[in-house]
C-alpha cells in the first residue's frame, strides 16, 4: 500500500508538473511582442513609426490612416511649400488685419515666441525672407544678397513684427512672414505619439526627419538606440553614425549644416542663418542633439543651439531645467574633432573623445 500511494502521488505529481509546463508555455507565446511599423513621406522627408506590442487585435491599418490623416493636416496648417495652407495665407497677406488660425498652428507659434525669448532671438519664427535671400526654402533666391538685401529683411524679422491677440495672428509688420520649419517635424513627432499613447501602446518610437520621440522598449526589450549622424566635412552628405544614445522615455532631435546644405558661386554654406545679423553661422559646432520630453521643444532648442558658439550654448543648457544637449564640435586650428554633453545622457560608441 505504501508502494502504490507512493506510485499516485508520483503520477498525480507528473500531470501536475506537465500541466504547470503547458501553462506556462502557453502564457509565453500569449505574450510574444510583436512589432509594427508604419512609415510614409510628409512634410518635406519620410516618417517612420514602431509599435511594439502583445495585442494582437489592433488593426494597423486604421491606425495608419489615422497618422497618414493627421500628418495631413499639420501639412495643411504649417508646411510653406503648400501654397494654400494656413502659413501660406497668413505669409501672403499684406494686412494688419487678425488672422484665425487652427489650434495646432497656434500651439506651434506660442512655443516658438517663448523659446525665441528664452535664446534671445536666436531661434525665429520670422526668417522665411531671410532663409530665401540665402537660397532655402520654397522662393530661393540665386547668388550672395548684399548688404542692402540683408538689412531690408531685417527690418521686418523678429517676434516683435507680429503678435497674438485673442488667439489670433496679428501682423505689426504687414512684410513679417513666418516659417515653423526648424519646429514644425518636432510637433508632428509629439502628436503621432500622443496619438498612439491615448490608444494604449507604451513601446513606441516616433521618428519625422531625423526627429524621434520614444518610450518603453524595443522589440529585443530594451531602451531605444538613437544614433547620431556625422557631419559632413565638405558638404557631401553620407549618413555615418558618429555615436548612439539610449533612450526610455524622451524625445531627441539634431540639427547640423550637413543637413540642409546650398551651393552658393562655388561655396558651401549651412543653412543655420543668424537671424539678428541675418548671415550664416560659423562656429566650433557641427551639430547639436537636444533630448528632452518634448520632440517640439528639441527640435526647436536644436536649431538655437547651433546658432551658438559650444561656450554659449553649453552654459544656456545648463540653464534650463527641461532640455539636455550633445555636441559635435571641431578645433578651427587642427580640424579636429570632439564631443561633449550636458547632464546624464546614456551616450555609446563615441567615433570622437569626450571633452
Request: glycine share 8%; charged share 20%.
Amino acid at each position: 500500500m505504501i508502494v502504490l500511494a507512493s506510485n499516485y502521488s508520483y503520477s498525480n505529481l507528473l500531470k501536475a508538473q506537465l500541466a504547470l509546463g503547458f501553462l506556462l508555455l502557453f502564457y509565453r507565446c500569449a505574450n510574444i511582442e510583436n512589432q509594427y511599423v508604419i512609415s510614409g513621406n510628409t512634410m518635406g522627408t519620410t516618417y517612420l513609426v514602431k509599435i511594439i506590442t502583445s495585442d494582437n487585435d489592433y488593426e494597423m491599418g486604421s491606425i495608419e490612416k489615422s497618422i497618414d490623416s493627421l500628418l495631413i493636416q499639420l501639412n495643411k496648417q504649417m508646411s510653406t511649400w503648400d501654397p494654400e495652407s494656413e502659413i501660406s495665407q497668413f505669409n501672403n497677406r499684406n494686412s494688419k488685419a487678425p488672422f484665425a488660425v487652427s489650434d495646432d498652428f497656434l500651439n506651434v507659434v506660442k512655443k516658438s515666441i517663448t523659446i525665441s525669448e528664452n535664446t534671445g532671438g536666436l531661434f525665429d519664427p520670422t526668417v522665411y525672407d531671410l532663409m530665401s535671400l540665402w537660397g532655402f526654402g520654397p522662393n530661393p533666391r540665386s547668388g550672395f544678397p548684399d548688404m542692402e538685401d540683408v538689412h531690408r529683411v531685417l527690418e521686418h524679422t523678429g517676434i516683435s513684427q507680429f503678435e497674438i491677440t485673442d488667439s489670433v495672428l496679428v501682423k505689426n509688420n504687414k512684410l513679417c512672414k513666418l516659417d515653423l520649419n526648424a519646429i514644425a517635424k518636432g510637433y508632428g513627432v509629439d502628436k503621432i505619439f500622443n496619438l498612439l499613447n491615448q490608444k494604449g501602446f507604451n513601446n513606441i518610437f516616433v521618428e519625422i526627419g531625423g526627429e524621434v520621440k520614444c518610450s518603453g522598449k524595443n522589440i529585443k526589450n530594451k531602451n531605444w538606440a538613437i544614433g547620431i549622424e556625422d557631419p559632413s566635412a565638405d558638404g557631401n552628405y553620407q549618413k555615418e553614425i558618429s555615436a548612439i544614445i539610449s533612450v526610455a522615455n524622451g524625445a531627441i532631435a539634431t540639427s547640423g549644416n550637413y543637413r540642409n546644405i546650398v551651393d552658393l558661386d562655388g561655396e558651401i554654406l549651412g543653412h543655420t542663418i543668424n537671424p539678428q545679423t541675418g548671415f550664416p553661422i560659423q562656429t566650433d559646432v557641427l551639430s547639436v542633439s537636444v533630448i528632452s520630453n518634448s520632440c517640439m521643444e528639441s527640435d526647436a532648442w536644436a536649431t538655437a543651439l547651433m546658432a551658438m558658439n559650444h561656450q554659449t550654448g553649453f552654459s544656456i543648457v545648463e540653464s534650463q531645467s527641461n532640455i539636455d544637449a550633445v555636441w559635435i564640435l571641431i578645433d578651427n586650428y587642427d580640424g579636429k574633432r570632439y564631443f561633449s554633453k550636458s547632464g546624464d545622457i546614456d551616450i555609446k560608441k563615441m567615433i570622437y573623445p569626450l571633452m
